[in-house]
């Protein structure tokens, strides 16, 4: 198909958006108003508008038009700055490969989407975000959408080689959810980085595992995801609560003299090196100084 086609299409959707913040929007949009400009029908929640963009593209799949956010299931996948969307997994195994297709296309043709949350104005309104499926993982079902009228210039999870630093200043503001500027990316990230399952017990369910940081947002620490590992929810707890740390050389798992060991809280890994990928050295070399100044060693 030609990138003609691709850029009307694109053109299209930023013209849809004008429209919107004309008509009170983005923050309180009548569900008629979706309906009317074909942002959104019926009840899936990825609309694809398959009579409009099936033809974009030559694999018939389409292309995303938006995204529903419900907040019913994870509230907390949505933030000022994007959104972690889940693959749709409905029982209907051809219509859920479609909408991931399509998704997926957006992301590769630049064209972008649309997320409709609800409104903080009235529960019989719509807020509307335009966004960027900036990437995916098939290995946990999600997509990543970076909200903006411009698509990310920055790769979510950086290489190896690229400039680190551990701290970074920030701000925080009033926001759709209670989640930090910066959080999504950096949940999405560090899943990407090291895969769905917690470092120390190896749990892989997506719902009970959490990305902490080494060095804490509170302490300026960076959203960059070799400043994070994946952790279930018992062990971030322990982790916040200093009950372990990590040797910065050897990688090895170190816990306090007198606190539970590694049997009672369930950890199998005696050390990060089985991680295809591990974090930064300056984010374990402040993390681990961290925890010899908080912790019983």
């Given amino acids: 198909m030609s990138s003609r086609v691709v850029d009307d299409e694109r053109a299209l959707r930023f013209a849809l958006w004008g429209r919107l913040q004309a008509h009170d929007g983005p923050d309180a949009v009548a569900p008629s108003l979706l309906n009317e400009l074909r942002l959104y029908k019926g009840q899936r929640g990825i609309w694809v508008d398959k009579e409009r963009t099936q033809d974009v593209l030559d694999d018939g799949a389409g292309v995303t038009v938006a995204s529903v956010h419900t907040g019913t299931v994870y509230d907390d996948d949505l933030s000022d700055d994007g959104i972690i969307y889940r693959y749709p997994r409905t029982g209907m195994p051809t219509r859920d490969t479609g909408e991931i297709a399509a998704t997926k296309n ?149 816990y306090t003299r007198d606190g539970p060991n590694a049997r009672r809280l369930g950890a199998v890994a005696s050390e990060l090196t089985a991680l295809g990928k591990q974090p930064h050295p300056d984010a374990l070399v402040w993390r681990w100084d961290h925890w010899r100044e908080n912790a019983r060693v």
């Fill in 106 to 254: 957006a992301a590769r043709q630049g064209v972008p989407v649309f997320v409709i949350a609800a409104s903080p104005a009235s529960s019989s309104l719509r807020q509307i975000r335009l966004g960027w499926v900036a990437e995916w993982d098939d290995r946990t079902g999600q997509f990543l959408v970076v909200f903006g009228e411009e698509p990310p210039a920055v790769s979510v999870v950086p290489e190896d080689e690229e400039p680190f630093s551990v701290l970074e200043s920030r701000q925080s503001r009033q926001s759709m959810t209670t989640q930090r500027i910066g959080q999504t990316r950096f949940h999405f990230g560090v899943m990407l980085r090291y895969g769905p399952a917690c470092a120390l017990c190896r749990i892989d369910v997506p719902e009970v595992l959490d990305t902490p940081h080494l060095v804490p947002v509170a302490k300026h620490g960076t959203n960059d995801p070799r400043n994070g590992l994946v952790m279930c929810a018992t062990h971030h707890r322990a982790f916040d609560a200093n009950l372990f740390g990590i040797e910065p050389e050897s990688l090895r798992i170190r």
